[in-house]
Nanobody, 115 residues
Framework: QVQLVESGGGLVQAGESLRISCTVT????????MAWFRQPPGRQRLLIAH????????RYADSVKGRFTISRDNARNTVYLQMNDLKPEDTAVYYC????????WGPGTQVTVSS
């Protein structure tokens, strides 16, 4: 059974940085691309970053490009999202997702950015 567990969220001030993590169990992590999504309060969940199985190709939504970096450690079955220069509009619940099991979601981690 595939499980995804996000961690590392919190409350920060605008301009600060935060790194969140997602650990995957139950499938061969290194075979699949991974992605980060976020869901602001009262809004739909949107894709913000994607990384291929080897970590050599990354893609970003325009809203986070240049500020966020997605990376992965296949030995640890973990994908990361480094978030710099955070803005209040980055406030959301952040979720990771595997291309191998796109229907499976973790509980998410809350990121709140105060102005």
């Amino acid at each position: 059974q595939v499980q995804l567990v996000e961690s590392g969220g919190g409350l920060v001030q605008a301009g600060e940085s935060l790194r969140i993590s997602c650990t995957v169990t139950g499938h061969t992590f290194s075979r699949y691309s991974m992605a980060w999504f976020r869901q602001p309060p009262g809004r739909q969940r949107l894709l913000i970053a994607h990384i291929n199985w080897s970590g050599t190709d990354t893609r970003y939504a325009d809203s986070v490009k240049g500020r966020f970096t997605i990376s992965r450690d296949n030995a640890r079955n973990t994908v990361y999202l480094q978030m710099n220069d955070l803005k209040p509009e980055d406030t959301a619940v952040y979720y990771c997702n595997s291309d191998g099991t796109p229907e499976v979601w973790g509980p998410g981690t809350q990121v709140t950015v105060s102005s």
